[in-house]
């Protein structure tokens, strides 16, 4: 079980690593890096929203935070074009994650459904003042980023696919680690319980802070991947209300609060989204196609594909391995099995 | 100083505006714990109806409401019915995705029928004004503002005077409790999400006459209604009634006295503080553990 676990991973990380060099169309590659990008930007919100069950619809603030710093420190610095912006791209995270302090803990003290509206007030706060703050911004007029001059039209995408894929696996290491952490199992008992959790002596206030933190650190190198790749960011672009949603759609897809689920909705709807738009030039039929799509997967599939998939596997499982056994120890191995699965939900995903 | 007196008079006139938009949005929050994203563009929605009922039909703008409130009312009615009821589990983050998903449908039919030009609501009230003191005030914002003033004081009796308003509120106050005592809260939940998007019907009208929109207008609308309802208390009609006077006030104040760009970041700067000091804002309660 193991062993074939790990092969799978292998095989498919290394068709992730010969994606571009079997499909070299610039077409292809750059649908894969925005998807690289959203996958990134879904688990990074998936460590906060998905384990801690505090859905925030403002994370696409600190993707615009992310963008803005980058191209300000490019700026600022005459960074040419080239490898070395990547390098800045933590920085610009880091930028990202210093705002989300003091608006984490104003948010955080409300629960449930102010707390999501909290967070959306707060993303257009910060989309205002990218609009207002002229002076750093410039507001609509918005802001360009180094050109890297030498990176041919066929080369583009590809420094990009890999060092967002690199980015898009430290991630993942990340998410898998909490995950797995007794940090990350009192996020799970904050969004089980947040009361029974504090009673228990989870320090709720500070788990939860820092896991949002950590959200928009990812969520603001994504920003600033993004930037660097689009090389001209605008307010509306870059803190864009629809970004907020697509990624909590693509969480709520492939299943919140498990490792593998806010990666399978992106890797399902991220080409989609790039798709439609190039299949109809008119972006009404778009919004029409994609909001109705939206309404589908939530009424038919609220939990998401990866823990409706787990439910059908783990009962199909238990069966096998109960044939010929006595009904004594049928019923301890289902408990154990439902306890251990309990423990750790679907991480085995 | 005579700028300051108009810049409050104005504000006040369009703040009960906002605080018709907002009532809508606060109504639904009150009885169902659902915040719709949809409200922005019903809002728009409404006011494109009153657009074409008065430039095909030659309807009134205040009579066409008589039909485009009923008509956006079965609209609210069978959104609850059939997509949000289904949602078993997780309303919270659904409600807010669904109401979303409707949203983008109604963008882009907007947009498809309409296209993305800006529009404004026309009557001869919308451009005559009258002198009051020393600067001239048009007649639409009056009109608005009694409109707001005669929904809000209908909705403020058919809540605490009517029999169904006691249902509402034993709704608003505890679901389970309310079910228990014989109240059939699916039916009320249909018909004040109903009334919520009636308002908006009302609202669209009172918005298409005092500013250019398109259906892109939404975003901004929906942000600011946001805005006002966690600045007077979730589920809140006077909060919302005094969060939104004071915004517009702030607003125009802050226009008049500083730049009409940074008029909106002061009230949401103001908003930020407000939510350090009292996170369940004006007259809200404090949300406690689930029932």
Redesign the interface.
């Known amino acids: 079980m193991k062993i074939t676990k790990i092969a799978s991973l292998l095989l498919l990380l290394a068709i992730a690593l010969a994606f571009p060099l079997l499909f070299p169309n610039p077409a292809v590659t750059g649908i894969a890096v925005f998807t690289l990008l959203f996958a990134m930007a879904t688990t990074g919100w998936n460590i906060f929203s998905g384990y801690s069950g505090y859905?925030a619809?403002g994370q696409g603030g600190y993707f615009g935070l992310g963008a803005y710093a980058l191209a300000l420190l490019c700026q600022g610095w005459n960074v040419p074009g080239g490898y070395l912006p990547f390098c800045l791209v933590p920085l610009a995270g880091l930028a990202a994650a210093l705002v989300a302090i003091p608006l984490g803990w104003?948010?955080l003290?409300?629960?449930?459904?102010?707390f999501?509206?909290?967070t959306?007030?707060?993303f257009?706060?910060l989309q205002?003042?990218a609009y207002?703050l002229t002076g750093l911004t410039r507001g609509s007029t918005g802001l360009s980023l180094p050109i890297p001059a030498d990176w041919s039209g066929d080369f583009f995408n590809i420094p990009f696919y890999y060092v967002t894929l690199l980015a898009l696996l430290i991630t993942i290491g990340i998410s898998w680690w909490i995950r797995n952490s007794k940090y990350g199992l009192g996020l799970l008992a904050i969004r089980d319980d947040e009361?029974r959790a504090s009673g228990l002596g989870v320090r709720t206030g500070p788990f939860k802070l820092s896991a949002y933190i950590i959200s928009a650190f990812i969520i603001g190198m994504t920003g600033a991947l993004w930037a660097y790749f689009v090389e001209a960011i605008y307010p509306a672009t870059a803190f864009d209300?629809l970004f907020d949603?697509a990624i909590?759609?693509m969480a709520?897809l492939g299943g919140l609060g498990s490792l593998t689920g806010p990666l399978l909705g992106a890797l399902i709807l991220e080409p989609a989204q790039q798709y439609f738009p190039l299949q109809f030039s008119?972006?009404?039929?778009?919004?029409?196609?994609?909001?109705?799509l939206?309404?589908i997967v939530?009424?038919l599939m609220?939990r998401g594909i990866i823990p409706t998939f787990q439910v059908h596997w783990r009962i199909y499982q238990t069966g096998n391995e109960t044939g010929g056994r006595s009904p004594h120890s049928v019923i301890t191995t289902s408990l154990t099995k439902d306890h251990k699965n309990n423990m750790k939900k679907s991480d085995s995903a | 100083m005579s700028l300051i007196v108009d810049a409050i008079i104005t504000g006040i006139l369009t703040g009960a505006v906002y605080a018709l938009m907002a009532s809508g949005l606060t109504l639904i929050f009150g009885v169902m714990e659902l915040i719709n994203i949809g409200q922005g563009i019903l809002i728009i929605l409404g006011a494109y109806l009153s657009y074409i009922l008065e430039q095909y039909l030659h309807i009134d703008l205040f009579l066409g409401l008589l039909i485009t409130m009923p008509l956006l009312f079965f609209l609210g009615f069978l959104i609850e019915v059939l997509l949000i009821r289904p949602i078993q589990h997780d309303r919270t983050v659904l409600s807010i995705l669904v109401t979303f998903g409707i949203a983008l449908v109604i963008e882009g039919l907007l947009n498809l029928i309409f296209s993305a030009n800006y529009i404004q609501l026309h009557a001869w009230y919308v451009t005559a004004s009258f002198p009051i003191g020393d600067f001239y005030l048009s007649y639409i914002y009056v009109f608005d503002f009694l409109l707001a003033i005669v929904l809000l004081g209908g909705l403020y009796l058919l809540l605490y005077r009517s029999k169904f308003g006691r249902s509402v509120r034993a709704s608003m106050q505890n679901r389970t409790a309310a079910t228990l005592i014989g109240i059939d809260v699916e039916r009320i939940s249909a018909i004040t999400f109903g009334i919520g998007v009636a308002l908006a019907a009302a609202g669209g009208m009172a918005f298409g006459s005092t500013n250019a929109f398109n259906a892109n207008s939404s975003y901004d609308l929906i942000s600011r209604l946001l805005a006002i309802i966690i600045f007077g208390g979730m589920g809140s009609l006077s909060g919302a009634l005094i969060a939104s006077v004071s915004m517009l006030v702030i607003e125009n104040i802050t226009a008049v006295i500083w730049s009409p760009v940074w008029a909106s970041t002061i009230f949401f700067i103001l908003l930020v503080v407000i939510l350090a000091l009292r996170p369940q804002g004006l007259l809200g309660q404090v949300e406690g553990r689930a029932q």
């Open positions: 859905i619809l104003i948010a003290r409300a629960r449930r459904h102010t999501v509206v909290i959306i007030a707060l257009f706060i205002l003042l207002n009361d209300p949603v909590a759609l709520f008119q972006n009404s039929y778009y919004l029409i196609i994609y909001g109705a939206f309404l939530i009424l609220p």
